[in-house]
């Protein structure tokens, strides 16, 4: 992914060998703190591929989107013409988009600041948000709802360092060395396999900028640990992002 949002030098990987969930953490977290503040109303443009469905994982969707930062509004050229609107518009393995409203995370853009500063109390958080879950099912849901953060909002810098912080304590995450994501990129990964499925969010070696998700289901994981053809599994990636100065414009 080009880095066009930080205008920041990524911390040096300093070599992968033995890196653990908390190295990692630590350096996404290092890397969020030195990007760059928005407003949650500014524009972001992201070209992505998706994999919807283990069928079409030998070919994944391919889409551009725009949203604000909050995720309240979004953008989309549908059949050459630009709509916009508090809509989404997934794209199907067949590459048809469908009009949908905008469903925001547990976690609302502007309660982000507000979170607990210490990892383990937000890992205590993310795991019973919206409801309280059972023990055994606490890491996955948490862990799936930091993705789905990083996934609907551009946080800001210290939120975002917090979600990193977490990842790095919440029961059975380890690190990926030889993560790759659904567009097929080598990256790093934060890797949960727990009760429910087993997930993997996407590291960008160089910059250590979320780039990807992806819920691998309850299948028997390949050697690399990732098995997207799993019952169930799905993914996405980002290829490009970028601050734009409205709805449609690329960058």
Known sequence: MEDHMSGNSAPSSGGAAGLTAKMLAARAAAAALSGQAVSPGQWVY?????VATPANAANPVTVERWATADNAAAAAWIGGQLETGPCTWPASPASETMKSPIIQPAISYGSLS????????????????????????????????????????????QPAAQMYRALGQIRGVRADEHAVDVAGRPGRGFLLTA?????????????????????????RFLGNGRDIHAAGAWGMAILRMAFVAGPGIRP
């Open 46 to 50: 992201r070209n992505y591929v998706v």
């Open 114 to 157: 507000s979170l607990p500063g210490k990892p383990r109390a937000l890992v205590a958080l993310l795991g019973k948000t919206p409801v309280s879950r059972a023990r055994a099912w606490r890491a996955g849901h948490a862990f799936e709802l930091i993705a789905e953060l990083f996934q609907s909002y551009l946080m800001p810098p």
């Open 195 to 219: 009760t429910g499925g087993n997930q993997e969010i996407i590291i960008d070696p160089q910059t250590y900028q979320f780039v990807g998700y992806q819920f691998l289901g309850n299948g």
